[in-house]
């Protein structure tokens, strides 16, 4: 091995057989069975003793130090082997796996884009209903206007009922780390696409804007991405039947635009079969943000013939007096 331009080389043997195995070893110093070879093929025992003793005990030692590396070794490759199959099975799983799970993402996706379209359907369905059943009880009697309610109340549950069927559909759950401002995100509590304009991760909510409000929702109310921001329209109508007395005013001091806006629209329902022609909306002052979605709410509202803030007695800027139709 110290001879320049040579190496150390090997030939495998079977150690039972003492047969070739054809395999070279480069830069491995192989063990010597000379004297098993001449022992098999039936040399007198007492050339092999001599043999031996003439290559003396260090020679001995040292063929068995060969032995027990070139053991070592063997056992070393069939581990490696071993390892290398074991990896092959986990690739394979692997793969198997991530096709499984981007069929079931596909499938998820086609089953949710039919329910969030039919759901819509019946929404706009359900709207024109209400409208048209509103047209009828500003012409009709009280009477007549409780019946034509109730038949509109009964026709909204089973709107919402139906609505409820597609819900199971929406079972993506969107973390923050999925979201950044910019991005349109379905709103569950108001059946609606807004785009994002602030992600709060401390308390887990969501800053969004449509085309007329902004409101602030839990993580929890947003649901899968769409495509493109639904335009929000004025004047839809929510109605429900109640035995309880209109009162004239109604105080949103201290809630959230997405609290206000649904209660602001009962309310107005509510004034206007009642027969009231003035009411009172309490908001307050504060930074801005509820009046001003108030009035663009109230703006072009189909129950709302004018509105304008309240002078110094009725409260000032802090309210705004609405005549109805």
Avoid: C
């Avoid at 005013?249 to 329902?269: S, T, Y």
Wanted: aromatic fraction near 4%.
């Amino acid at each position: 091995h110290k001879t320049e331009g040579m190496a150390n080389a090997s030939m495998e043997f079977d150690h039972k057989t003492l047969a070739p195995l054809y395999r070279l070893r480069i830069g491995e110093p192989g063990q010597s069975f000379a004297i098993e070879t001449a022992k098999r093929y039936g040399m007198p025992e007492s050339i092999i003793e001599s043999a031996r003793i003439m290559l003396g005990k260090g020679r001995t030692e040292l063929e068995n130090l060969l032995h027990g590396l070139e053991q070592k070794r063997r056992h070393y490759e069939d581990s490696v082997g071993d390892i290398k199959k074991h990896e092959r099975e986990l690739t394979e799983r692997e793969e198997k796996l991530q096709r499984l799970l981007k069929d079931a993402e596909a499938k998820k996706k086609e089953i949710f884009a039919k329910a969030y379209k039919e759901a819509s359907e019946i929404i706009a369905d359900a709207k024109r209903q209400m409208n048209s059943l509103l047209e009828e009880i500003k012409k009709a009697d009280k009477d007549k206007a409780r019946i034509i309610l109730k038949k509109a109340s009964t026709a909204q549950e089973q709107a919402i009922e139906k609505i409820k069927e597609y819900k199971s559909a929406d079972t993506e759950t969107l973390s923050m780390d999925e979201l950044k401002e910019g991005d349109v995100v379905f709103v569950k509590s108001i059946g609606n696409d807004a785009a994002i304009t602030k992600l709060l991760k401390k308390s887990s909510r969501v800053k969004l804007k449509t085309e007329k409000w902004e409101m602030e929702v839990p993580l929890s109310d947003i649901g899968r991405k769409k495509g493109k921001a639904v335009k929000t329209g004025k004047g839809g109508v929510s109605i429900s039947v109640s035995d309880e007395p209109a009162a004239a005013q109604i105080n949103l001091i201290g809630l959230r635009v997405d609290e206000a806006i649904p209660m602001l629209e009962k309310f107005l329902n509510h004034a206007v079969l009642a027969g009231l022609s003035e009411v009172t909306i309490i908001h307050g002052i504060g930074a801005g943000i509820l009046s001003k979605a108030v009035r663009e709410h109230l703006s072009g509202h189909r129950l709302v013939e004018s509105f304008r803030s309240g002078d110094q007695a009725e409260g000032g800027p802090g309210v705004t007096v609405i005549t109805l139709k």
